[in-house]
């Protein structure tokens, strides 16, 4: 039986499978975006109750503010790192990177001067607030790209890579590089670098084999990281 604490509190396990997201390579990543999207209600039951945990607002989708009131309660939290985790989890794209000095530039051309005086020293503040960054993220991570980032080897059946490779294949016998252009539609993805990662050239394909391979990988990946922590 879990404690009243623990059945409030956010998972380690699941704060570090976050943190190891960002090692992934960006086809795994976008692998397990389109797993999480055929995975069933009882797959995904725990998980399902941590997203909760992360989505204070209760709005669906977890904010950059969610996931630090989240990650603030963990030893060595770092404020740059939660923008890593942030940018990361964001597959789609959805979310934007507003950098500090384009917002100055951009006001300084399109404020009155009175109001000009008054942002330099209050974005001043704000920008050494946060130490280093250099970059805002303005978006959220939805459920599926949690799902993505968080769920367990032992949780995806069969079915569910089938499925998978079969949505991203366009239900042909391997992915070609048009179809993950296809995929992940108007993103700022450069779809040659993507291949070129795994040691792909833009004319190679994916066939179903190699799907579980990355796939294995990104799990054996964690397990190994975790194990050495």
Same mark, same amino acid.
């Given at each position: ?10 998972? &380690? ?15 795994? =990543? ?11 209600? +009882?797959?995904?039951?725990? &998980? ?11 709005? @669906? ?12 309660? #963990?030893? @060595?939290?770092?404020?740059?790192? &939660? ?25 300084? #051309?399109?404020?009155?001067?009175? /109001?000009?005086? &008054? ?30 980032? /968080? ?24 992915? /070609?590089?048009?179809?993950? =252009?296809?995929?992940? @539609? ?6 040659? =670098? ?8 833009? +004319? ?14 990104? #799990? ?10």
């Amino acid at each position: 039986m879990k404690t009243e604490e623990e059945r409030k509190s956010v998972s &380690l396990q699941v704060v570090q499978r976050l943190d190891n997201f960002i090692k992934r390579t960006k086809l795994s =990543k976008i692998i397990m975006d389109v797993v999480a999207h055929t995975l069933l209600p +009882e797959q995904i039951a725990d &998980l399902r109750v941590q997203f909760t945990k992360f989505d204070k607002s209760e709005s @669906g989708q977890i904010s950059l503010a969610d996931m630090r009131s989240i990650l603030m309660q #963990f030893p @060595g939290f770092q404020e740059d790192h &939660l923008n890593d985790i942030f940018i990361n989890l964001d597959i789609d794209q959805t979310g934007a990177l507003c950098n500090f000095f384009f917002l100055f530039f951009l006001v300084s #051309f399109t404020a009155p001067s009175r /109001t000009l005086v &008054l942002f330099f020293p209050i974005s001043y503040f704000m920008f050494s607030s946060i130490h280093s960054l250099s970059f805002f993220f303005l978006g959220q991570i939805s459920y599926h790209e949690f799902l993505a980032a /968080t769920i367990s080897r032992q949780s995806i059946k069969e079915e569910n890579l089938q499925i998978a490779f079969e949505r991203m294949s366009n239900r042909s016998s391997c992915i /070609t590089n048009q179809d993950i =252009k296809i995929l992940l @539609g108007n993103t700022n993805y450069d779809v040659d =670098k993507i291949m070129e990662e795994v040691g792909l050239h833009a +004319e190679s394909t994916i066939n179903f084999e190699q799907v579980h391979h990355y796939l294995l990988h990104f #799990f054996v990946h964690f397990f190994c990281i975790k194990s050495s922590m």
